[in-house]
């Protein structure tokens, strides 16, 4: 049975004002309660209360104040949580930047945030790279251990502080979108808290609950929905550093992890890996919710998750702007499609575009950024004076559920009609042969050509004149691939999200 939604405006009225203060909280009441763990250990909410004060007075002697930048190397560990929490405590803004990044992004990231201070994890090879490259040196904080850290940047200049939840920004996320040059993503202690307090009701988060934290921290996902949204409901989170069907799969039968948060393409290749063992079924004896984001799903994909983990899978939609979840499968009211689902509660959407067909969406809602850091002419191509946030999404309300048909700024335009490539990928996904698919445009004499790329799946040799032929049974012949390539893996951001720059920028 489906729960009511939570009311916004009460929601809202029981925020608590800044992002460390729910962990508090709870230390207080329910102190021996598991917070986060990772493949080191564990932490109660005693534990993690005591880490975020360690970590917070640490930050405060190198010279980090209120409105300074902290910008952090993440990975998916408890001292990345800490260090997050320790921000808030001083009012400082965190500046997540995943390890997965390589050197010269990151280089560029400290660059535009103009951080007091760098640090950063040392639990990856990678992690421990970029410390390396940047000449961090080490610090052994109580409580929390090792980590990476540069010298003070006595130049950098602070911005002011806010008592008001929703003006101060609790955290900056870089986000590169389609036009490929970074954007800091301001979100405020109110926009990130909002997203906890409202994802965390509508899957109805107690404390025994465990959420598998396979999604970066440094993500808006693992972030607000994953991380904030467990704390903020007393539950934990089991901090996993690399997505791999093994490890994925002894978590859930090992472990008591109740809820799942993760990327479509996560299923495919779990779906794959438990083809090639021949196994039907998944051991998971306290899962109740299975949940994506990030990318379309398809509908083959989905069918299969179900049967696999004998559970509906959830489907959602967000931007890192929005903070993020947009609109969201409630549990209790699946449906047999690929719907993302209702607008989350305190969410209003309205459509610009032709009468009867999809629109470009914009959305008004609590969790909505403040801006683009030191950006003012970005800010305000996206977001108007009365919060109106323009996704450049297209897309469409169908009984009270949103359905997200593509990019505007990804349609390929050929020979004067428009292309959505999620509709040419879905095609190509139902293909026996198929594990992923990814479609993209490049600039030719007829306006633009259909680029295919296809992952197939395992023990299969796909043939690309087979796929063409699947293709032209159920495209227009405008919408047909101009070319497919056969692929052994669609390459990501550290997002999860497939890199189609990438893909045409090799041929």
């Known amino acids: 049975m489906m729960r009511a939604d939570p009311d916004p405006a009460s929601l809202l009225a029981g925020l608590p004002r800044r992002l460390h203060h729910p962990v508090f909280a709870r230390a207080a009441t329910d102190p021996h309660r598991l917070a986060l763990s990772d493949a080191q250990g564990a932490w109660s909410y005693a534990d993690l209360a005591a880490a975020t004060s360690a970590a917070?007075?640490?930050?405060?002697?190198?010279?980090?104040?209120?409105?300074?930048?902290?910008?952090?190397?993440?990975?998916n560990t408890r001292q990345a949580g800490a260090l997050l929490l320790a921000c808030s405590a001083l009012d400082a803004w965190a500046v997540?930047?995943?390890?997965?990044?390589?050197?010269?992004?990151?280089?560029?990231?400290?660059?535009?945030s103009e951080p007091r201070l760098v640090c950063g994890v040392l639990n990856s090879v990678q992690a421990r790279g970029h410390a390396a490259a940047l000449g961090l040196g080490t610090a052994d904080i109580p409580g929390l251990g090792k980590i990476a850290v540069g010298e003070t940047n006595e130049a950098a200049s602070a911005e002011p502080v806010h008592g008001d939840a929703a003006r101060q920004v609790a955290a900056l996320i870089y986000t590169s979108g389609s036009s490929g040059v970074p954007k800091g993503v301001m979100l405020t202690h109110r926009n990130l808290l909002y997203m906890a307090a409202v994802?965390?009701?509508?899957?109805?988060?107690?404390?025994?609950?465990?959420l598998l934290g396979v999604l970066p921290v440094s993500h808006i996902v693992g972030l607000a929905v994953v991380f904030l949204g467990a704390l903020m409901h007393g539950a934990s989170v089991q901090f996993v550093q690399r997505f791999t069907p093994p490890a994925f799969l002894k978590a859930l039968a090992d472990d008591r992890v109740?809820?799942?948060l993760g990327a479509p393409a996560m299923l495919s290749l779990l779906l794959d890996y438990a083809a090639e063992r021949g196994e039907a079924r998944i051991l998971a004896p306290h899962l109740r919710i299975v949940s994506v984001s990030g990318a379309p799903l398809e509908q083959r994909v989905k069918e299969a998750a179900e049967v696999y983990f004998g559970l509906p899978?959830?489907?959602g939609y967000g931007i890192t702007e929005c903070g993020p979840t947009i609109a969201q499968i409630r549990p209790g009211a699946e449906?047999?499609?690929?719907?993302?689902?209702?607008?989350?509660?305190?969410?209003?959407?309205?459509?610009?575009?032709?009468?009867?067909?999809?629109?470009?969406?914009?959305?008004?809602?609590?969790?909505?950024?403040?801006?683009?850091?030191?950006?003012?002419?970005?800010t305000a191509e996206v977001l108007d004076a009365q919060g109106w946030f323009r996704t450049g999404d297209l897309a469409r309300l169908d009984d009270g559920h949103l359905t997200v048909v593509g990019r505007a700024k990804d349609i390929i335009i050929r020979y004067g009609f428009n292309v959505t490539p999620a509709e040419v990928e879905a095609v190509l996904c139902r293909h026996p042969s198929v594990l992923q698919a990814a479609v993209a445009g490049r600039k030719s004499e007829a306006g633009e050509d259909i680029l295919a790329f296809?992952?197939?799946?395992?023990?299969?040799?796909?043939?690309?004149?087979?796929?063409?032929?699947?293709?032209?049974?159920?495209?227009?012949?405008?919408?047909?691939?101009?070319?497919?390539?056969?692929?052994?893996?669609l390459p990501t951001t550290p997002t999860g999200?497939?890199?189609k720059r990438a893909l045409v920028e090799a041929l």
């Not at 917070?56 to 990975?75: F, M, N, P, Q, Y």
């Not at 997540?96 to 990231?109: F, M, P, Q, T």
């Open 497 to 499: 999200k497939i890199a």
């Open 56 to 75: 917070a007075g640490w930050l405060g002697e190198r010279g980090v104040r209120g409105g300074d930048r902290v910008l952090i190397i993440t990975e």
């Open 199 to 210: 994802s965390g009701a509508i899957r109805a988060l107690q404390p025994d609950d465990k």
């Open 313 to 315: 899978v959830h489907h």
């Open 96 to 112: 997540l930047v995943n390890a997965r990044l390589s050197g010269a992004e990151i280089a560029d990231l400290v660059a535009r």
């Open 454 to 489: 296809v992952v197939p799946r395992a023990g299969h040799t796909p043939d690309t004149g087979e796929l063409a032929q699947h293709a032209a049974q159920a495209l227009a012949s405008y919408k047909r691939p101009t070319r497919i390539f056969v692929v052994p893996v």
């Open 258 to 260: 109740s809820v799942v």
């Open 335 to 378: 449906r047999p499609d690929c719907s993302v689902g209702p607008l989350l509660p305190g969410v209003e959407a309205r459509f610009e575009g032709p009468e009867g067909e999809a629109g470009e969406l914009f959305i008004r809602s609590p969790s909505v950024m403040l801006g683009y850091f030191r950006d003012a002419a970005q």
